[in-house]
């Protein structure tokens, strides 16, 4: 009887024990997935500098992962800044296919000389950021409201707690989108002072033509994850100078290419149907009536005359629907403007300085 008897006190205790362990497990998960948090991480640094940007290349003094709500890792650089005390951060956003070491080269460099510290995050989907699909050749996205809660998490994680004020967003295209986004959800109580967009993606060539093929092509994920028409994975040969769509620079034209040889993890090649799905549902939202209406911060667009991605058309309407925004034009630029020729680079920095003169005063 002895024996049974502690048998049943034993067996009691143990399942109270696990009782008691499932409930921290619990408390565990659930408060991981309600809280993004950020650390510094193995891995977070590009695996090697490719020759051709060594000597203009400037590492960020810190790299990390932020870990989504969802469990997904981001990645993050942090770059200090150089003067005392600092005039305020770059909230650095980049378009979509491009990653955060591509910016280091060219024009990290120029933000810290002018007394920022940057911060920039590579979107989900690129970068060494967590890809979507198996295939990380596949450009590819669920929402861009997914992006959204993604920049929302940095600036809490990241930003927000440490960042020399004022916070000053510097985009390209599809980071343009998302920051808009951002700026009008969020209104006046925006942590963003003011916002610069390089090509903002606001419209797409083409964008008709678009919108009625992915209108045929139903939304479940055996379409949504395969590459848009046109579309595939990246490819060194045969890339040419020559016809590209996106600077006069061939150097810089060659940033993206030497990068991907140096640390393949960051390659990556077109969208995919899904992308481009819910490319067009972002861009009809943030066009909706009242939204850049509620934008509350000032903003400077810069739109390039010869842009053959994004529809510079749209860049004039949204802003004049966004209280105090400035549009510049550049006629002679392609799409990615900060990565033009360097007169054109020269002319964008000049328009640009007075902006940041006003929104973050030398001090």
Partial sequence: MGWRRIARVAARIAISLVAVLA??????????EGTPVASTAEGAAPAAVPAVVRDTYVAADRYGFLTAADGAKLRFGVWTAKATPARGSIL???GRGEFID???VDIVPTLLARGFAVYAMDWRGQGLSARLVEDRQKGHID?????LSDLKAFIATVVEPEAPRPVVGL?????GNVLLRYLAETGPESKVA???FGAPMTGLRREAIISTMLMLLPSVPQVDERFFYGSAPFQLIGREFIGNKVTHDERRFRFTEAWFAADPRLSLGGPTVGWLRQATRSIRALDAPGVPERIAVPTLVFSAGQDLLVDSKTHAAICERIPGCALIPYPDARHEIMMETDAIRARLFRDLDPFLDRVAPKR
Avoid: Q
């Fill in 171 to 175: 985009t390209h295209s599809m980071g």
């Fill in 143 to 147: 929402s861009f409201d997914t992006y």
């Fill in 194 to 196: 003011a916002a610069v």
């Fill in 102 to 104: 591509k910016y280091a």
């Fill in 23 to 32: 409930a921290v497990l619990m408390a565990t998960l659930i408060e991981f």
């Fill in 92 to 94: 650095l956003l980049t």
